[in-house]
């Protein structure tokens, strides 16, 4: 009973560093929305395991809606490419299996969940 209390109270590491950093990020550590393929090349795994999301999708109040990447093919320094992960759309897994993420270049996308 008490072990669920602390670990329900004690902070994540990432809830951690995110006290330790100032509110006003610099801009290399800011979030930056782009395009899909911008997003995913910025990650040392090239977003593998990743969620992103269409930065409209908050506009419209769509919540819990995600990609999670499974794996990319970049070109052009990052700039194009191709994109493959399951789609969870209002926290549920709608793509059984991998599918290519359509509207890469097409629309802006964030790290994270809507």
Avoid at 66 to 76: A, D, E, N
Wanted: with cysteine.
């Amino acid at each position: 009973m008490f072990a669920s209390l602390i670990r329900r109270s004690a902070p994540t590491v990432a809830e951690s560093i995110q006290r330790l950093l100032p509110k006003d990020l610099p801009p290399s550590l800011a979030p930056k929305i782009g395009t899909l393929y911008e997003v995913l090349s910025r990650t040392p795994s090239g977003g593998v395991g990743k969620k992103v999301y269409q930065v409209r999708w908050k506009g419209k109040q769509i919540e819990d809606c995600y990609w999670v990447v499974t794996r990319s093919k970049f070109k052009c320094e990052g700039k194009h490419g191709k994109a493959w992960g399951h789609l969870y759309w209002k926290g549920k897994n709608v793509s059984p299996r991998e599918e290519p993420i359509r509207g890469g270049l097409k629309y802006s996308w964030a790290e994270g969940s809507s």
